[in-house]
């Protein structure tokens, strides 16, 4: 008789059930484990995979394998290249070749989960790479992201893996952090939305599932250094780092990472009231929780114990860690009485119905083809994301027949387009900015690189001068990179070390900056170059906010250009030379420099926005993009009054007209400020936003609704009273103007229930205080 | 019969509940109010007195007066002066003369509370200045305080006022803030043990108490902007900034006051959870709360209802408001329901025990004389002030027949040395630091600008490059001011507005700045002036923690001298021509650049400390200071084991013993790390410290303790397991060398207790999470 745990046709409940029960600690202990980093697990000898002695020593100490990351992953950490790595076609072989070994270890047969990296892309060879997250918001079109989601999925599907480990939850609340071309930027709604659309395009496919990290509260951490822990309270958690998880979940997201940082001093892998208070009590996730890169481990900077350390990350709610030594003593802290077996036992459920559900335990299903290319994708998206700051110049479309030269250190770098955590391109690949310019003009290009991105280059800026002398039109292309190289150091985790990496990174995981602003060398190109009195466009690449300073005042047009991709220099290209609408819009504020952080448009209401060396204020808002014609709002209509659970879906409606003489195209933002008495307001707060074409003089009805995924960064608690200001704005966040006020649920004429909510309104502001003290 | 109100045989209770009995509701909310500026009571004409009529109208509006903010208050808000205002022989007169007038006006002859401004001496003419807190806490000798308080609190009394307010809760964790001089530092063992020793001095007189400000917070506001929002969560709020108002209610403080910033959103004035849960219910306070100027009026950015923003402050906590609007309207509040008569009569109660407290409803006392100046107190805490950061250059002390050049903005600017917060001094006052050395040396003094605080002056680098080349000694001057003056503008709470300021100043409310580096025409001087070859040594007069970049480099000494008072110019002459020893720590770490905050050194433990173009640490430690000859730890000894209970009082005893070829004074600092699973530890943390004085080679026994007010910054809660490292230092604080562990209440044999404490510090780490939605 078939054993109750390989029948399909039972429900997944009792067949995780059964085989549990059937398991040895040790096994279900194994499960719990993602030891391995997934390129030790195998190579290739020429044209054929041999899997590793490593790979069977793990099998044989677990008898089976949780879960193995990064086995298809190539890039200069794990030093797989195109030479030695696992390119499309080969993958799928890899992928089988080891499940079929790990089946066989293990007495049940129980399969391995293949984890992989895809924030922008599967970190693999021939994948399709897209525009960093950050680029992505600032298309504001969550659709883009599905329909790329669902192509990085399917090609995932294709190689055999089922986990991917995809970006989105961390808040860009300081620009110094590197890993800030991670994000969707500083918005909770954008951010929720982002993330939905991604879980939705990768769980598309049979077999494969998302990982959201990090959870939660990492763009927080002090001093934007990298990991460095958010002494956060919980309305700031929950009103701005909580809502993209929620959404996330709520789309179905089949994992979540616990990350590195502490909130408040307790580490996010040990938190309890996070993983499971939270994450499963509050918001009913069956899903699993894996911990980030020896995040476990990190416990041991409290306890010296690593059973300890094991124990309290799993009945904090760990099910899966990846790489700690720490959560491979559970077996011992099941002895020493630390934990039950029966709290090994759930975790190991939840990696188990996780298996089951993505069919892992099923009989195997053909493995789909790889899809084709989705370049016209990605460029799709790069063009959408590119932010036009201004056109003051009037420089915009440029001429292509003009004699053009790119100049800057990021004129003729394809790595500087792509971002972190990608892996080699192919030999002779193409698509710098000047690659795309040469291309789209017709013509050789003439490059100067000027300086390095943090650096004089001897006699740069002198023949960067004498060729924009000798153009017609300068693009300046400079700002940042991610680009790490196959010489560089690594951190155990992965993050490149300083110090050995190629000297012209200066973001992604491990790069964190004191100073956003542009940096001296660049900032000296820019005043050079445009003396010579060429017109100038400024092309900025960078997966941070800088602080673009004189950049703005010098050149003719600015366009913030994010990390595009790979399509992203022929993006960039087209925009310049062709009518291109510039659709894409800050999703996160630009700051001045690093003194005036924080900067973001949603803080809360302060009285001081000066400082006696300069404005505090963002130099560029969040939602803003320069667009043709100014646009007005006029017939606001909304609800006088609605019950705070009717939030989600409230309709205002209004009338735009286009006061300018040129077509517009505008995102009209919905923003409000809830006026609860008790709680300090937040400036505003983004709710929705729709597109709105508009001819010179016409004026348009549109709808507009407050978003569902909004309503939780709104901070309003069950029967709060108060109100919530509603304006409309296209040109970015701000101050109200002419706002709407909707009532929320009005105080009633009785006294003594007017005093209850006045009670209530200060009760429910109660915040615990730790008790101190022994 | 008299009224038991006024039998001082009566214990205050009865009293209080009598009087208030009696009373009618506008009578009472009128002791809540303290609406009208003080100067506005009174003028002078010529030398008599003349009351006005703006405080006849308000005795009739209320029957009385609650309290009257500033009556004394001499500056250039006030608009008085050694003219217009009070000098100690008239004070007397001025608060007898109003007084009468409150009684007469009160049905049952309540007067009035004299609140005075005090954060470093009384804001009055003819006051004793003294070193501004940030100074005072470099002396690491809470002693001195209580001394100068004891002085400022004779010269209360002898003036007629009543309620000091007092600095001093603040922390000072981000330098960028223009009140970083109010503060005591960085760390909650200094400002908690500086607080008490503040209180205890003011309050040893008869009929004076002190209000402690701000409660709580404020220094964590974001961006080191006046008065904006602190997003902390319960344990940084507790380990952090909380500590310092503990210890002040510990020591009998009369009063707190409730600051502008919210923390996590919820406004202090509006925190029922801090004002009543926290300081009354678990510290047992049963003073005074007054809110911070307007403060309960800001409420109303919540809601557009002065008498729900009254409402909510009164029900939080608040008893007594300063110049708001809102809190006149408590009446209406009471009409509509939002609060009932008992919860005024609660805050009514508070005031009115005060008032009886400090004796002003028995009959009155003579007034003591004022006493004579503490000129040579006020120096002597100046010269304990001084930090010695280095002295490379050999050239301490220094040769007072030398051709010595003061150069720099501060080298003769006397109102630089004062700090914020301060009268106008007599007329002819000497104390710069150039008139100083000119009479240490017993000869004129070359002189020389060389440039304002932030902006080049014409010729000035020349002249003062030509100066230096022509002495054989350069002191140069440098660093910021909060120097006011009679032209400025002032916003409605009397804080400095830009632009209309005295274009010295740098720091003071009011004055955050964007960059805490020392501003570049002075780094410009420094290059410049030390280009000459002539031996310099730099003395920063600061009342911000500045980056001082290449001044470290360039002068072969450097002294940090915060802002010493009008006595701070002798103190530091005498300190550079005599052999000093130089006694002053740094309260508070001095960062490299804003762009690397945070940099307190109690911050949790941090993975990433470098930033691609820098070090993330502070470039002068915490607790450093220069001294003669290294001092190294040996021998020692601390339980093995303690209850988390019997902390306070830990003994450690250690041989220290001097290394060097000089004679040592150092100061011993004992710090802690602390180990609980499941939460991340602070680098480190400072519970005690005490001086040893070694000759060379010589050693000697040292005893510390762990200081009680330190506890509370451990975190530890109940029944919480782990243990705590210990080490010392005696060159400020750092990660551990040779740390001492003591284990706290050790995990026991039984598995099942085991497990419970597994389960508690995971639940122990429990953190709301805030309901979001409705």
Redesign the interface.
Known sequence: MTEPFRDTARPIDERVTDLLGRMTLREKVGQLNQRMLGWHAWHRNGDSVVLTDELDAELERWGGLGALYGMLRADAWSGRDWATGADPARSAEVASRIQERVRAASRWGIPALFVEEAPHGHQALGSQLLPVNLAVAATWDPGLLEEAATHIGAELAARGAHLALVSGLDMLRDP?W?RSEETFGEDPLLAAQFTRAFVRGIQSHRGVGAVLKHFAGQGAG??G?????A?????????IH??AARAGIAAGAMGVMAA?N??????CA?????LT??LRG?WGFSGLVMADMFAVD??M????DAA??G??AL??GVDLSMCDLSFAELEQAVE?????EQDVDIACGRVLRVKFELGLMDPPQPVPAFPPPAAELSQRIAAASLVLLHDRGGLLPADPTARVAVIGPNGDDLAALLGDYVPPLPDGMRGTVADAVADFVGAPMAIERGCEL?APIQGGLERAVALAAASDLTILVLGASSGRDYHDDFQSNGAAR?GGAAPH??TGE???????EL?AAQRALVDAVTKSGTPTIAVIVSGRPLGIGSVAERCGAVVYAWYPGPEGGRAIAQALFTDHGFEGRLPVSLP????????AYN????????????D?AADYAFGAGAQHGPVRFTDIVAPAEV???E?AGLRVDAVARNDGAGSASALVQLYARV???????RRSVLVGYTRVVLAPGEKKSVTLQVDADA??????????V?SIDLWLSSTGAGDPHDPTTVRLRPITTD??E??RR??Q???A??????????
Not at 262 to 267: C, F, K, W
Not at 510 to 516: K, Q
């Open positions: 110094r590197g002090i001093g250094r990298n990991s460095s822990g002494p956060l309270g919980p309305r700031e958690l929950a009103e909580l809502p590195y502490d909130i408040d001093g307790v580490p040990g938190d309890r009231e996070l208070g939270t509050e990190r416990l900077r409290a306890t010296t300890t350390a124990a309290v009945r904090a020493r009485g630390l934990i039950s943090t300083l990174a200066t491990g790069f964190d900056v004191a100073e956003v940096p001045r420099s690093s003194g005036t952080l924080p900067v803080e809360r209401l302060e009285t001081t926005l000066r400082y006696i060396d300069g505090a019950g705070a659970s939030l006026r609860v008495p008790g709680i300090l307001p309503v939780a960064g709104l901070g309003l608690r069950k029967g709060e108060g006294d003594t007017r005093r006045v009670d309104h200060t009760a502001s109660a915040r615990p205080v730790a008790r101190a003290g022994g």
